[in-house]
C-alpha cells in the first residue's frame, strides 16, 4: 500500500435530537482531515419527516428498508468524488441500508460504526421496562413490536423489524466491515451469525488529552456525576448511596437536567445531603474542569450504554471512573486501576467504592490516558482503512 491518504465519504442520518453520534460524526471528520485526508459528507435529517406529505409518510416503511434517493445520490457521489471508503455511523431512517449497496455496486468497501445496539435491538438498548432485556436476542426480534421498543410506537418499531429482518435474509450484514466502539458491543454484535469475527474491530471514540494532570495529592475529596437526571441512569442509586455514606459524606456534584431533577432536589432535602449539589446543566469545558479536580467520577447506569464519552473525557484528565459493572461501563474499567465497579442494584456496594476512591494514592496510568487520545485513534483507523481497501482489491 502506498502512502496515498485514502478519499473518505461519510455518511450519517441524524436524529431529530442531537445526540452523541453526531459529536462523533463532527470529531472523525475534523480527526481525518486533520492528518490529510480529503473527506465528503453525505447527510440527511430526520427533521425531514416533519415536512413529509401522507404519501411520503405512507411509503416510509418502504424506504427504511431501501431508499433510492439514499442509492442514486451516493452512487453518483462515489463516482464523481473517486471515494476510496465508505464510512457510515446511521442509517435510520432517511438513508437506509441503500447506502450499502451503493458502495458494493461501485465496489467500494464499506465501514460501520457501531454506536448502539440496532441490528439485535430495535429499541437499540437492550432496555425495557426498568430492566435490561435481552428477549430479541434470544427469541427474535418480533418481541419489540409487541413492547412497541422504538419510540413507544408499534407500527415504527415494525418497520425497524422489517428492514432489519429482510436485510439478515439478504446477507447485507455480512457483506460489511464494522468497528465497535468496545469489546462487549464486538461481544454482543457477533451473535449475528453472518457477521464475521475478522471483519469486526473495535476502536474507542476519541477524546482530546488533558495538558496537565492534578496529582492526586492536590485533589479535591469530591466527586461527580454527569448526564441526565433520569431512572436508567441510576440516579436513584447515588443519592442512596450518599445517604449510606453519611455526615462525613465527600462533596458530590451533578452536572445535568432531566425528568428526575425535582425527585432529586426532594431526596435531598428530605435526606439532609448537604454534601449533594445539583448543578444543572454545565458548559463541556467546565465539566473536564470539574472532572480533572476530583476523586473519582461516578457512573451509576442501570443499562449497556453506547460508549460512555464521560468515561473518555474522565481518563483523559487523570481522574478514575466508578461505574456499575454492567455492559460498557463495566468493561471499560479496570479494577483497582482505572476505577471500580460495583453490581448496578447496589447503592452500598457503590458507597464502598467511594470510600476506595477517598483512600486511593496511585497516579493514573498514564497508557490508559494515551489509549483515548487523537493519535491513537487515528492510528487505529487509518489501519482499519488501510486493509479494508486492501481486501477490496
Known amino acids: 500500500m502506498s502512502g496515498k491518504k485514502q478519499k473518505i465519504l461519510i455518511v450519517h442520518n441524524y436524529y431529530q435530537i442531537p445526540g452523541g453520534e453526531d459529536t462523533v460524526v463532527e470529531n472523525e471528520k475534523k480527526m481525518l482531515e486533520d492528518h490529510g485526508h480529503e473527506v465528503i459528507l453525505y447527510t440527511r435529517n430526520n427533521s425531514e419527516l416533519n415536512i413529509f406529505s401522507k404519501r411520503q409518510k405512507a411509503l416510509l416503511p418502504v424506504s427504511t428498508v431501501f431508499n433510492f434517493q439514499t442509492y442514486r445520490e451516493v452512487k453518483a457521489m462515489i463516482k464523481k468524488e473517486q471515494i476510496d471508503i465508505v464510512h457510515v455511523h446511521n442509517t435510520l431512517n432517511l438513508i437506509s441500508p441503500s447506502v450499502y449497496y451503493a458502495a458494493f455496486s461501485c465496489k467500494v468497501p464499506v465501514v460501520q460504526t457501531i ?9 437499540a438498548t437492550f432496555y425495557r421496562d426498568g430492566h435490561v432485556c435481552e428477549k430479541c436476542l434470544e427469541k427474535g426480534l418480533f418481541c419489540a413490536v409487541k413492547h412497541s421498543c422504538y419510540r413507544g410506537s408499534r407500527i415504527q418499531t415494525l418497520a425497524c423489524v422489517i428492514s432489519t429482518t429482510l436485510h439478515r435474509m439478504f446477507g447485507t450484514y455480512g457483506k460489511l466491515n464494522y468497528i465497535c466502539l468496545t469489546e462487549f458491543n464486538k461481544e454482543k454484535l457477533l451473535h449475528l451469525k453472518q457477521i464475521k469475527k475478522d471483519k469486526v474491530y473495535v476502536k474507542p471514540n476519541a477524546v482530546t488529552a488533558a495538558e496537565n494532570v492534578i496529582p492526586r495529592k492536590d485533589r479535591d475529596n469530591k466527586f461527580v456525576y454527569v448526564g441526565r437526571l433520569e431512572e436508567i441512569k441510576g440516579i436513584d442509586r447515588l443519592l442512596e448511596a450518599w445517604k449510606y455514606l453519611g455526615a462525613d459524606a465527600p462533596e458530590l456534584y451533578m452536572c445535568g ?31 473536564k474542569q470539574l472532572i480533572g479536580e476530583s476523586k473519582a467520577l461516578i457512573l451509576p447506569t442501570q443499562v449497556y450504554e453506547g460508549f460512555p464519552m464521560t468515561i473518555a473525557e474522565s481518563y483523559a484528565c487523570g481522574t478514575p471512573v466508578i461505574g456499575s459493572d454492567l455492559g460498557n461501563t463495566g468493561s471499560l474499567i479496570e479494577e483497582g486501576i482505572s476505577g471500580w465497579k460495583f453490581p448496578h442494584h447496589s447503592s452500598e456496594a457503590l458507597a464502598e467504592c467511594v470510600r476506595k476512591a477517598e483512600g486511593f494514592t496511585e497516579e493514573f496510568p498514564e497508557k490508559i490516558r494515551k489509549k483515548y487520545s487523537i493519535e491513537e485513534n487515528y492510528r487505529i483507523l487509518k489501519e482499519i482503512y488501510v486493509r479494508n481497501e486492501q481486501s477490496n482489491l
Open 257 to 287: 437536567k432531566g425528568p428526575l431533577e425535582e425527585w432529586c432536589r426532594t431526596y435531598i432535602e428530605e435526606h439532609h445531603l448537604d454534601k449533594v449539589h445539583l448543578m444543572g446543566f454545565v458548559p463541556n469545558e467546565q465539566v
Open 115 to 123: 454506536h448502539n445496539f440496532r441490528l439485535l435491538c430495535p429499541g
